[in-house]
Nanobody
Framework: QVQLVESGGGLVQAGGSLRLSCAAS????????MAWFRQAPGKEREFVAG????????FYAASVKGRFTISRDNAKNTVYLQMNSLKPEDTAVYYC?????????????????WGQGTQVTVSS
């Protein structure tokens, strides 16, 4: 049974940091691109960051570039999202997604599995 389990969300003040983790099990994830998405109330789910299987390439939404860092540990089947300089507009439920076989990393339709999400709330 494939599972993606996120952790690390919470409440933080603007300017603060959080580190999200996504533990994958039950499938082959370490050979494919993995990603983080987020969804704020009343908005569509949007791409945040992606990372290739070797971590040789990373991709970011313009709104988080320079503040967020995606990484992975294939030995642990875990993907991370380090979020620094958080802003109130970063408030959302954050989802781990993967694997992506097509390379079209911004599309929600290209991911086989999703985690249950973890809430990130940034207060002003």
């Amino acid at each position: 049974q494939v599972q993606l389990v996120e952790s690390g969300g919470g409440l933080v003040q603007a300017g603060g940091s959080l580190r999200l983790s996504c533990a994958a099990s039950g499938g082959t994830f370490n050979a494919y691109l993995m990603a983080w998405f987020r969804q704020a109330p009343g908005k569509e789910r949007e791409f945040v960051a992606g990372i290739t299987w070797s971590a040789s390439s990373t991709f970011y939404a313009a709104s988080v570039k320079g503040r967020f860092t995606i990484s992975r540990d294939n030995a642990k089947n875990t993907v991370y999202l380090q979020m620094n300089s958080l802003k109130p507009e970063d408030t959302a439920v954050y989802y781990c997604a993967g694997p992506n076989y097509s390379g079209r990393y911004r599309s929600v339709d290209e991911y086989a599995y999703w985690g249950q999400g973890t809430q990130v709330t940034v207060s002003s």
